[in-house]
């Protein structure tokens, strides 16, 4: 079967750093995406990577493994504004999206 | 980005009655839409992917017969919960991707559906 683990919950300090593993096993692999969700609102994508390496977009930063099917989403200078769920989704063999259940960052002062 | 919009973004309905769901495109046509349904603090559950001009394929142990999608547009697709019942109560989410391949999926804002 297709399995996408992500930790559930993590918790940060405001203005440290964070890493969100993400590991998969699916049918294929046609790149891996990362979308941040606020409760109540709909997922907004963060990065995409489909070669193994760094992907950097402002305090946000990905890299992918594939010969580990491993991910991590860095963020960094957390703020407040980062408490939210990350998904992190892989597209298989057929394009579809397979989605992790998520991992809860809570952000403290 | 492109943009898709949702509508309602909440709704409250009794047992028993049907909901729409309406998911837009504003910006750029949608030959494949795709609705998930999302419990509290778990994943988001493809549904069904909804064809433009064609049937929708859904997802096993969706029912069909339940959950109507119309695709009749490039821009617009609808999702009836029909005879809604409480368990049916979840947060609705469609999306859209720009091509097929590659691109990252813009999601509408959410419905949130509670059926008494």
């Known amino acids: 079967g297709q399995n996408i683990d992500q930790p559930t919950e993590m918790t940060a300090t405001e203005g440290a750093i964070v890493q969100i593993n993400c590991t998969y096993q699916t049918s294929g692999f046609n790149g891996l995406f990362w979308y941040q969700q606020h409760a109540g609102e709909a997922p907004t994508f963060l990065s995409y990577?489909?070669l193994d390496g760094l992907e950097e977009n402002g305090r946000f930063s990905s890299v992918l493994s594939r010969s580990k099917g491993y991910s991590y989403l860095l963020l960094k200078e957390l703020q407040m504004k980062d408490s939210a769920s990350y998904l992190c989704?892989?597209?298989?063999?057929?394009?579809?999206?397979?989605w992790g259940a998520g991992t809860k960052l809570i952000i403290k002062p | 980005g492109a943009v898709v919009s949702q509508h309602p973004s909440w709704v409250i309905c009794k047992s028993g009655t049907s909901v729409k769901i309406e998911c837009r495109s504003l910006d750029f046509q949608a030959t494949t839409m795709f609705w998930y349904r999302q419990f509290p603090k778990q994943s988001l559950m493809l549904m069904a992917t909804?064809?433009?001009?064609?049937?929708?394929?859904?997802e096993q142990g969706v029912e069909k017969d339940k959950f109507l999608i119309n695709h009749a547009s490039l821009t617009l697709s609808t999702l009836t919960v029909t005879s809604a019942h409480p368990e049916d109560s979840s947060f609705y989410i469609c999306s859209a991707r720009v091509g097929e391949r590659y691109t990252e999926a813009f999601f509408g804002q959410g419905t949130r559906l509670t059926v008494v």
């Open positions: 989704a892989v597209q298989d063999s057929n394009y579809q999206l397979i």
């Open positions: 909804s064809n433009e001009g064609s049937k929708a394929t859904y």
């Open positions: 990577n489909v």
